[in-house]
């Protein structure tokens, strides 16, 4: 029996497992697969092996203990350095759980490569009984009562364990093993085989080729040549290297400064920013300020504008006419026989007559001869200031009349001066205008007491023995002559305001 053939017989043939014999009631010591923790029973043929035969398996394996080992005479402390391996798994019941025979086992995760070591390691033992009893596989047929022996299987399974022990020292495989692991573990090495020895001629080949390419001394000392200006090249590049990275100090130094730099400026800037919205806001606050003081201004000069064309003395007394009436803000001025007014509204208006003749003559800077005007409302008067021979000095002439319905009852005289007074400062008004202004006339001449039309010899002021309708055209004219006068006033441009 040659090698390979004892290392198939008990690797592969020399044990079965459990499950292959279920019809049989098996006896013979149990072992564990230490793959896949089938339970295993050694094959008969294995427990009756010589000596001889255990004694070339353990020369095989380990020449120098094999003697001892398998001739049955072990000390304790070798026989329990000798007692069965311990399988990959924690304990006995996590062994008998995996008995899925059917399921696929990774062998790729396991190292193979033998590690021949002389020396087993300590094992945990077990105690095998002195008397075992097996059953013969050739006598499946017999009654089990008839082939019970009692055998001392002592020695040849200390001698079986042992075999296994030293299988196990010499390499990274535990034994025993079932059919199904050993068959995978034999392809594994099979392909670790072809592996080892494509690689084995791979190097071959580069040998062959490195001793078949051997260069001559001439290109030896060319290549040497090369390699000391490559190492001069070297030496430059790394001289330059330094510069560079003597530089690179530098440009990061630099660098930083201005980093730190660019951080004040960022500073700086964000200050700037802060201060030009500050400014912005108030450029805004001003510039809406100002569009407002212009919309003032706009505003203002229209009503400026619209108040300079607006004349004050056009505005304060309104001449017009109502009927046969000449009217000064709109009070009558006269007295009609089947229109009586009445003398409160007369009064009125003369007042009213004697104010705008006043402002006129202030206007044009003219001061009255003989009399001076005294604008008193309803009660205005006229006061002598030099004597005539129709007027005294210090007399007091009103043109007002305090009258009843009946117009001619109690007549006052100084009514009638009072308003031929009147006239001659009108006329004097005319003359003082005539002197700035000589294209200058009024429609209606005035002489004495009357005022004078193209048509007619003229119309008196006088209330005395004089007819309604006459008075009143002559005070109709009377009030045409202040509107021409107060006309020519207001136009002149450069006169100065009161």
């Not at 995760?109 to 009893?133: A, D, M």
């Not at 573990?185 to 051997?214: A, F, G, P, W």
Request: charged share 25%; proline share 3%.
């Amino acid at each position: 029996m040659d090698q390979s053939d004892i290392d198939q017989s008990i690797v592969v043939t020399g044990v079965k497992t459990e499950t292959g014999l279920n019809n049989q009631k098996n006896t013979t010591p149990a072992q564990i697969c230490q793959i896949c923790g089938a339970f295993l029973t050694i094959d008969s043929s294995v427990l009756n092996s010589n000596q001889n035969s255990f004694k070339q398996l353990g020369n095989t394996y380990c020449p120098d203990d094999s003697e001892t080992i398998f001739s049955g005479n072990l000390d304790p402390e070798m026989e329990l350095s000798m007692s069965p391996i311990v399988a990959p798994f924690n304990n006995l019941t996590e062994r008998s759980t995996n008995t899925n025979f059917d399921e696929e086992i990774d062998l790729s995760t396991k190292t193979f490569e033998p590690l021949f070591r002389k020396s087993v390691p300590p094992r945990s033992f077990y105690l095998c009984p002195t008397t075992i009893n097996i059953i013969d596989s050739t006598s499946n047929n017999q009654s089990t009562a008839n082939n019970e022996q009692t055998v001392d299987w002592h020695s040849k399974i200390n001698s079986v364990s042992s075999l296994f022990d030293l299988m196990s020292s010499t390499s990274n495989i535990d034994h025993p093993l079932c059919e199904e692991c050993a068959d995978k573990l034999v392809n594994e090495l099979d392909s670790q085989c072809r592996i080892v020895e494509k690689e084995h001629s791979d190097y071959t080949m580069l040998i062959n080729r490195l001793n078949t390419e051997i260069p001559s001394e001439e290109e030896i000392l060319q290549l040497e040549r090369e390699l000391n200006d490559l190492d001069l090249e070297e030496k430059d590049l790394l001289s330059k290297l330094d510069q560079a990275e003597q530089k690179e100090k530098i440009l990061i130094e630099d660098k930083e400064k201005y980093l730190i730099e660019e951080a004040n400026l960022l500073q700086q800037e964000q200050g700037y920013l802060l201060e030009y919205s500050n400014l912005k806001r108030a450029l805004v606050k001003l510039e809406e300020k100002q569009e407002s003081l212009d919309n003032q201004l706009k505003n203002t000069r229209f009503h400026f504008n619209r108040l300079r064309s607006i004349h004050v003395l056009n505005a304060t007394f309104h001449i017009w006419h109502s009927g046969p009436f000449g009217t000064i803000n709109y009070f009558r001025l006269g007295c009609m026989p089947n229109i009586k007014v009445e003398w409160e509204e007369i009064n009125a208006a003369l007042g009213q007559a004697l104010l705008l003749l006043y402002c006129l003559a202030k206007k044009i800077k003219l001061e009255f001869k003989r009399f001076r005007l005294v604008p008193y409302g309803s009660f205005s008067y006229l006061e002598v200031i030099e004597n005539s021979p129709n007027y005294k000095l210090g007399e007091v002439y009103n043109i007002y009349e305090l009258r009843t319905t009946n117009y001619f009852l109690n007549l006052d005289k100084k009514f009638d001066k009072g308003l031929i007074a009147f006239l001659d400062c009108l006329k004097q008004l005319e003359d003082k205008i005539k002197s700035m202004d000589s294209n200058f006339s009024m429609p209606y001449k005035i002489n004495g007491d009357k005022l004078e039309d193209k048509n007619s010899s003229g119309y008196s002021v006088k209330f005395k023995f004089n007819s309604y309708e006459e008075w009143t055209k002559a005070l109709k004219f009377m009030l045409t002559n202040l509107k021409w006068s107060l006309a020519w006033v207001t136009s002149q441009k450069n006169n100065t305001s009161n």
